[in-house]
């Protein structure tokens, strides 16, 4: 009996080795893909297919998704760094980098080795042990230890330029996906870009309204040098008018979803000939009273989701009436929430919208509608000359407002408690103070440099930690943290000591001229990857930082929870299982057949 136990216990321990060599092994081939490509010194990947096919990016979640991935462990990875950049729109290689030095680490720790939790209920005790870290060490070291000393940096070293803390935000999210001096071009038309849209509103609004709708507002072109995006006042509908018109001043558009003309009646309907020619007269009388109706409404411009009759073209090129067809129903669904649309009662005449002025614009081979709204829409123009780099310039777009609305919601939630936990007598005054976002944001410790800092000074405030209740996790987060700046600057180690070495000490001197009560020193950070940078200073958002550790652990949690990967032919249901009246009968009937064969057994 002890050595069946003994049996058992081993091949356990076997079972969860080989499982953590899976996952270190997984981790490590997606490691090799994107650490060629992180920050501004990293180069593209060349993708290509039997087809002849070609794809160069740089963009991490495009390269991780462009993989054909077989093994579940590759693919549970995947799944979890795609939630994560869903959610701040950042970090996807470092994302791989840091959970793959945290694997690493796992399977080379002595203490692992030495006390035998190598067994899956060690792995999974210490998957929760690292997710209890991220709950409160963590969480303590970023509020207490890592704001205050943002804060500190950014009082320091506060830009009198106005816009420049957006700049400084654009050109650290995009120096490490795009090229120099393309990074440059694309900072400075999204800047124009929110700075167009915003028009002196609320930025938090302005920010969510660019990230929910940023599908709506950019129209991508090929086959141009990305020097030749701009930001176009109105909004471009990427279809040419059917009918087209010169107009002057504010016109009436009316915003249509279905077709004017009668519904075709098919072969299979029981229908007599002379029925079905009465009824198209009358439907035909019925449209021209519509179309009629819309002269009284002094309607200029018609805006279809569909393809109109001829009939209805027709009309529309005799009355001088711009009619432009298969224009998404999305779109036309945002030109009336942000034109105060009329709704009209006798479809299928269904919006009445004020337009500014209705014009033709090419852009590049095509020629498109541009719609001018009341509200000052604008559309942003994204060029590149071939799809490839096309795609990779409009994900890194998308992604630059999807960090930005995570900085802004997490910096409004903040402001909220904060206001909430202070007297109503000194409302007044923190509202005047936090009114500015991005103000705001650098007096709260929001941003760091890029290039390290965070990741020294999470490294730093972890192993120094008095108060930790699992030193041994915090040491194995800190010393996996590194290898994000490491990896930075991989072309160059020493620069990556020095810098290392330099700002521990400095850190080390603010910390004891605070105990002291001495003047606080200069604090001095390589504000960019490299002394050749032309991007520098950027900055980067410590909440997005926090929240790439979290994730990262979430997914460590998940592998390390898994005991054995099975395969099966038959679908997986990961959602709610619902049971049907027919299931229930099958279910039944096969009791009823199995109950009838057992008796005849016992027959």
Known sequence: ????????????????????????????????????????????????????????????????????????????????????????????????????????????????????????????????????????????????????????????????????????????????????????????????????????????????????????LHTSVTG????????????????????????????????????FGPTIVTADDNISICVQQDWLQRTESIMKQKLLSLLDLQVNVMLSSVKQPESVVQWARLNHIALLEFVDSVQLDLLSNISAAETLSHPPLQHLVTLKYCRRVQLGGHRCACLGTVSHTHTLVLCAPAPGLLDQTVCVSQGVFAMLHHLSQTHDSFKKRFQSSIPAADQSQSMLSTQDLWGGIMRGGGVLPVGGMFEFLLHHFLLNEHNCVDPECCRLLAEALLCVPRTLYSHNQRSFLNIQTSFLSDLKQLERAKLQEWELPDLKFGLGFSASSELAPCLESVSGKQQLVVSVLQCLHRLLCVGDILHTRSPLRTGPQMHSDEDEDEEEEGMKEHSNSTQRTVA
């Not at 701009?230 to 002057?248: A, F, K, M």
């Open 224 to 259: 141009l040098p990305i020097g030749s995006s701009e930001v176009i006042e109105g909004l471009v509908v990427t279809r040419d008018w059917s009918v087209w018109t010169e107009l002057q001043g504010p016109v009436k558009a009316l915003l249509l979803y279905e077709s």
């Open 1 to 216: 009996m002890m050595c069946l136990m003994l049996l058992i216990g081993a091949c356990c321990f076997l079972c969860s080795v080989q499982m953590l060599e899976e996952c270190v092994c997984v981790l490590a081939a997606l490691e090799c893909v994107v650490r060629r490509c992180l920050g501004p010194d990293g180069g593209s990947v060349l993708f290509t297919r039997d087809t002849g096919e070609t794809l160069v990016s740089r963009h991490g979640r495009r390269l991780l998704c462009a993989l054909h991935l077989e093994h579940p462990m590759a693919r549970m990875v995947l799944d979890c760094m795609c939630a994560h950049a869903k959610a701040t729109g950042d970090g996807t290689k470092s994302f791989i980098l840091l959970l793959a030095a945290l694997l690493r680490g796992i399977q080379n720790s002595a203490h692992m080795r030495r006390k035998r939790l190598w067994t899956g209920p060690g792995l999974r005790n210490l998957a929760n042990r690292l997710l209890a870290v991220s709950r409160k060490e963590l969480e303590e070291a970023v509020i207490h230890k890592i704001t205050p000393y943002a804060s500190l940096w950014c009082s320091r070293h506060s830009y009198k330029r106005e816009g420049s803390i957006l700049d400084l935000l654009i050109g650290g999210y995009i120096s490490g996906r795009v090229a120099i001096g393309q990074a440059e071009i694309l900072k400075r038309v999204l800047c124009e870009f929110y700075h167009k849209v915003s028009q002196d509103q609320d930025a938090v609004e302005t920010i969510s309204f660019i990230h929910s709708h940023f599908s709506l």
